[in-house]
Each structure stands twice: as C-alpha cells, then as structure tokens.
C-alpha cells in the first residue's frame, strides 16, 4: 500500500449516544411520560448540550406536521436558537455549518455569510464553511468575491468534491476572473463580457491555482504538524500563507525533525541537488525549500490527478 494523506478523525462529540438519548426522550412523551422524557435530555445535554441543541434542531427542522406557515414558522426559530447556540460556543464549526445551510434553505444568504465569517474565524481552514460561503456569494450576486474565495477553495482542497463541482458549474470570465452565475452564462455580470453562452472563452479557477505549493501543501501540512506534535487547533490554523510567510524560528533540531519527516514521506521524490542545499534555521525556509524540491515526475506516493497537475506545474516552471 501507498502512503496516502492522512485524514484525522472526525472528532467525537458523543453523537451516537445524544441520538439515542433524544429518541428515548420522544419515546417518554409518546407514553405521557415528561418527567422521563425530561431526564434523558438532561442526560444528553450533560454529555454534549451542542451535539444535543444540534440534533433537536434537526428533528424540528425535519418536522413537516402543519401548514406551510406552521412550518415556517418553526424552522425560523430552529435557526433563531441554533444561532444562539454557535454564538455561545463558536468554536464548535458543526454549529456553523448546520446553521448556514438550513440559513441558505431559508433563502437567507447574508446570513449564511455572517455564520461562515463567524465560523471561519475559528477554523480558517474549514473547506465546508468556505464552500457554502462560495455558494452564498453566488447567490447573491458577488461574483467576484465568489470567485476569490473559490480560488480559496482550491489551494485548501483540490480535490473536493463541493469545490469541483462549483468549479464546473462556475467557471471564471477570461476578461475579469469573476465567476459566471452559471456554466452557460450569456454575459459577465461584472464586465460585460462575453459568456461561454456566446461561445468565449473562459478560464478554469483551477488551472490558474494548482502550483505545486498548493498541491503538496495539504499533505506537508499534516506531516509537519505531526512531526511537531503540533495540537490541532494550531494546524488548523496552518495555511500555506503563515507556514511559508512568517518567520517561524524553530530550534535546529526541531527543523532536522521536520526534515526527517518530510523526507520520510516523500522519499525518493526530492531532486537531490535542491534537497541538499534545503535551509535549516527558519522552518518556513526550509518548508519552501523543501517543497520545492519535491519532483512530482519521481513522485508516485500522490494520487495521479493530483500528481499529473503538479507535473503540469513544475514542467511550465522548469
Ligand atoms: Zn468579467
């Protein structure tokens, strides 16, 4: 088997048991039984009151007994609630995310906005809160900071499903680099131009974002934070903007540790020359150094989209 990036667990919030929890609580008000039903939720908000608003919040949302209005009604003070809750804790990213798509299922797309901000805030690095922000922004109309933040959306994770499928269905004026509303578009809203509807051309938000910095940076993110044993608030937090950019001093041997790392998982794949004359001092000379280094041509631990794009890359730059 091949190395392949690593994935961290979803952290566990005690979902599992909350779900069990709060349907023996519905159970206990079936049979008339409140007080019961009353102490399971107390159970549940002991183990994780989030994890609990959250799949209350779901249950209600899903209730479609009543009129239209009924329902309206409900689900607005669903998010009204939800929203209190991810303001309390903002931390906890699911909050945020559960609260921007029932925000957008309710047609409110400023306030999927605020709630991304508020969640990105936390965890910059949150591809889901970046794609519905994308989404929200499409929405309305901003079509270039849309366009800026799907280009976002691609050096945090080529590969995603959300951000590939925004990317088809959006591509970005060859006049502007806005994003045009749909893969058909007549016209760009921001100048005009001439749209793939009328035969122009356009460009591919990917093809101008996928240097090999972006393509490696997921993965040497993960081996460098675990090489330094780095908590995951602060990786999260790691963008290829701060790794490279501010001046992380780092002990020599911190950086020969990184060093050992990187070249344990990339093996083979650095060009020698370039490996060898790598910086150890500054950890983020050394991670540019490094990365640069990296031959995608003898690199066979990527899977091959990603591979073949950061060839394309480094043979234009070569
Ligand atoms: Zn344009």
Known sequence: ??????????????????????????????VGDSLKAEEWLTRARQLDPVTCEIELARRAWANQSGNAEDIKRRRES?????????VAQPDRIDTW?????????????????????????????????????????IELGQLDSASRSLRHCTKLAPT????????????????????????????CKMCNSDGPGRGAAVRSVRARHSSKFDVYFPRVRDV?????????????????????????????QQCSTVLRAMTKEFGAAF????????VVGFLDLL????????????DSTIDTTIRRRALADHITRS
């Open 160 to 187: 995603h499903d959300a951000v590939e499928a925004l990317i088809r269905v959006h591509p970005m004026c060859g006049n502007c680099g806005a994003l045009f509303d749909t893969a058909g578009a007549e016209f």
């Open 97 to 137: 995310k559960i609260l921007a798509d029932y925000l957008r299922q309710l047609g409110n797309h400023d306030g999927v906005l605020r709630a991304t901000a508020s969640g990105l805030k936390r965890e910059p690095m949150s591809i889901e809160l970046w794609v519905r922000r994308t989404r929200a922004q």
């Open 271 to 278: 060009d020698e020359p370039l490996f060898n004359s790598a």
């Open 224 to 252: 460098i934070a675990d090489a330094l044993n780095m908590p995951d608030r602060i990786k999260k937090q790691l963008t290829l903007d701060t790794l490279l950019k501010r001046h992380l001093k780092r002990s020599n």
């Open 1 to 30: 088997m091949k190395p392949r990036a690593r994935k961290k667990p979803v952290s566990d919030h005690h979902e599992d048991t909350i779900v069990e929890m709060v349907d023996q609580s519905g159970q206990a008000v079936m």
């Open 287 to 298: 991670i540019a150094d490094l990365i640069r280094a990296i031959n995608p041509k003898t």
């Open 78 to 86: 669903v998010v009204a609630r939800l929203g209190g809750v991810a």
